[in-house]
């Protein structure tokens, strides 16, 4: 019987979905901002009030749907005030929001959705609402050309999420997802493995979110998509570019008994973060800088899906989303920033000695964790291999103020208060499967890509000057050359049409 839980949470896309006819009927900009405000927050009052009576109710209910809503509400009320600040005095604000508006309903339509039609319908309908906001200013034509690009990926990966979802239907005999999750883990109890049509829709699964994710090779349009609004911005990489790592958390029982879809987000996902990785650090631009990192962040994420390790992934996805939206919506303070940084006494440049060491100090931290938790919690078992990657992310902070002991200190507190983050994103996964089974050299290949990226960004650090750093500077400034190759493909296959007018750039702000 449905909870009083899933009729709030089916609220939240009716809220934003509402306000479209106000907005559609109003002609000044105060009246048709009104109604999305008002949306905005309305929906963040309904999902508190969704968690309260979560609480209350003390029934199982979809706590993954209601942290991504709680996620989604609130990235929704800070973007709708930002953008009618930003785009004041703006043509075509109306345009916007109802862009937005469609944008934010079919979103929270994706992450409260029972129904796996209903999921991916909502999936396809907010890549194209967000292909009008990333066309806002359509005399720009670099917009349309990214644009073009993001629409071709997006169309295969909706390719692949509609040939997945005709093969989960069609095994499990209903639409329903929880339907569809009973079937594949009566699958697994009667013979310990899928057959070939879930086998197969775990491996179109995986490619739809690599696509939608922006990894490679189809990558570049995440990358260039710097003509459009900051808020714009803000949304994508906080808010729609995660709903890759959304859907894996929502089907972590089949793609844990899938090694081939497991193998694929590991190698594509691993390869991305490295490369992207090495590719942030030749940017200057803050925004171009946070668009790779959001590639490389993305890349972690299917790795850690791969590995099985959903509570990191959640905590991750979770984290990266905030962390993004503040990131793109004061990136217009990054220079008086650099002007405080470059009022501050500059410390000594760290050697491949302090990085080596920084590493060793992270191992000692992370058995001192170890041991401190086993002392307090002997029988609860924990995420070894979550672990060790944070310790290898985490090192530097072992250098932190000139002085190991202080660096140490701060390096287990942030270990321990992860295991605390583990708990709570092992709550609200549930029944997710916390160890899953996946082939032993996918771990062995995560843990060699995350070390050889820390070792390598540590020769480059200690040694700019070096031959390797010469090397692999140019490389890593054209982006190893690997978006050129989808893009003559892409013109090649559907050339993009450009802008008749002759574009004018007073007064734009990008």
């Not at 540590?458 to 989808?486: K, N, S, W």
């Amino acid at each position: 019987m449905p909870t009083v839980f899933s009729h709030l949470a089916a609220l939240l896309p009716w809220v934003y979905a509402l306000a479209l006819l106000p907005a559609t009927c109003s002609r000044s900009p105060a009246r048709f901002w009104l109604p999305a405000r008002v949306a905005a927050h309305l929906g963040l009052v309904l999902v508190l009030g969704a968690w309260l009576q979560a609480a209350l109710d003390g029934r199982d209910n979809d706590r993954l749907g209601l942290a991504m809503a709680g996620l989604v509400s609130l990235l929704a009320l800070v973007i709708v005030e930002y953008s009618r600040r930003y785009l004041e005095g703006e043509p075509g604000q109306r345009r916007y929001v109802l862009s937005l508006l469609g944008t934010l309903s079919a979103v929270a339509t994706v992450v409260t959705a029972g129904d796996l039609w209903l999921l991916v319908g909502a999936w396809i309908v907010s890549s194209l609402c967000l292909h009008q906001l990333l066309t806002f200013y359509p005399d720009r034509p670099m917009a349309l050309v990214v644009a073009h690009k993001k629409f071709l990926a997006s169309r295969l990966a909706d390719a692949c999420m509609l040939l997945a979802t005709l093969l989960l239907v069609r095994a499990a005999g209903g639409s329903s997802l929880e339907v569809i999750l009973e079937q594949v883990s009566t699958r697994l109890q009667a013979s310990a493995a899928l057959g070939w049509d879930l086998h197969l829709a775990a491996v179109l699964l995986a490619l739809a979110v690599i696509l939608k994710s922006a990894q490679l090779p189809v990558h570049g349009w995440l990358i260039q998509v710097m003509e459009a609004p900051t808020p714009v911005s803000a949304l994508l990489h906080a808010g729609l570019v995660n709903l890759g790592g959304f859907l894996l958390l929502r089907f972590a029982p089949l793609i844990s008994a899938a090694p081939p879809a497991q193998t694929l987000l590991v190698v594509i996902g691993g390869l991305t973060a490295v490369l992207a990785a090495l590719v942030m650090m030749t940017r200057i631009s803050i925004k171009v800088r946070l668009a790779w990192s959001t590639c490389a962040q993305m890349g972690f994420m299917l790795v850690e899906c791969g590995l099985g390790l959903y509570e990191l992934a959640l905590v991750h996805l979770l984290a990266h989303s905030l962390y993004k939206a503040h990131a793109f919506l004061a990136a217009g303070e990054t220079v008086a920033q650099a002007r405080h940084h470059a009022l501050q006494p500059q410390a000594p440049a760290i050697g491949l000695g302090g990085f080596l060491l920084a590493l060793l100090l992270a191992a000692v931290g992370l058995l001192l964790v170890q041991a401190a938790w086993q002392l307090l919690l002997p029988g609860y078992a924990l995420p070894q291999v979550a672990l060790v990657i944070l310790a290898i992310g985490l090192a530097p902070w072992s250098l932190r103020q000139g002085s190991w002991l202080y660096g140490l200190a701060m390096f287990s507190l942030l270990l321990g208060a992860y295991l605390l983050w583990h708990q709570a994103a092992a709550w609200i996964l549930g029944a997710s499967p916390a160890h899953a089974v996946h082939p032993p050299y996918l771990t062995l290949l995560a843990l060699l890509l995350f070390a050889a990226l820390y070792l390598l960004q540590a020769v480059i650090l200690a040694r700019p000057q070096g031959a390797l750093v010469g090397r692999l500077y140019t490389q890593a400034f054209a982006g190893f050359y690997l978006d050129e190759h989808f893009t003559r493909l892409t013109f090649r296959l559907w050339p993009v049409r450009q802008p008749q007018s002759t574009p004018s750039f007073a007064g734009d702000r990008p």
